[in-house]
């Protein structure tokens, strides 16, 4: 049984309101490739898996990359908490603003709203894990970026942290490929 902890995953802890930074890690969760998507892309390819090892894993991996998006809107929150207008219009954060104030809303740093065309369901055993494993070395790209341009430490830490999850879902999911192949090649 699933259980939620009423808890981040990873503490998020942001001292000094940034918005012109929300602007950037915003597509971390709206973004085509952010854990907003991942997550949807792994729980719903599921259904199809046909190996019960495999399907444990996408409903592990997906069930975490929810736990991402709750720390993504955490991050998110705390570097829009408490603007002023003038900080608001002095960040460019304003276009955001009068839509949405400073509501947490899934869109990519492009201001394109989050869109399901972002993430795959093919049904296809090798075609999903492959995608998957290909969104997984996107987001890593992403959150490299990401640390590129944040100097905070406060919002460096979690992502950092959200970085290396990236990198141990690119492993499981190569795990089960090779699994995958295993009892392919065993029914052959």
Do not use: C
Not at 90 to 106: C, K, L, N, Q, R
Not at 157 to 176: K, S
Request: net charge negative; hydrophobic share 35%; proline share 5%.
């Amino acid at each position: 049984m699933w259980q939620y902890e009423k808890k981040l995953q990873y503490p998020v802890n942001i001292k000094n309101p940034n918005p012109k930074l929300a602007k950037v890690i915003i597509t971390q969760l709206g973004g085509p490739d952010g854990e907003l998507a991942a997550s949807l892309r792994y729980l719903n390819q599921r259904f199809a898996m046909p190996y019960a090892e495999v399907k444990g894993l996408l409903t592990d991996i997906g069930t975490e990359e929810l736990a991402h998006v709750e720390m993504i809107s955490a991050i998110l929150y705390q570097l829009t908490k408490g603007l002023s207008i003038e900080e608001i219009k002095a960040s460019g954060f304003d276009e955001y603003f009068v839509d949405h104030t400073t509501g947490i809303y899934p869109v990519a740093a492009s201001g394109e709203p989050f869109t399901a065309a972002y993430f795959q369901s093919k049904g296809d055993i090798i075609t999903d894990l492959h995608e998957n494993m290909a969104a997984e070395q996107k987001a890593r790209t992403t959150y490299d970026n990401i640390l590129r341009l944040a100097d905070d430490p406060d919002v460096r830490d979690p992502i950092r942290f959200l970085r290396q999850r990236e990198i141990v879902h690119y492993q499981r999911f190569g795990e089960g490929n090779r699994t995958d192949s295993n009892i392919l090649t065993s029914y052959h």
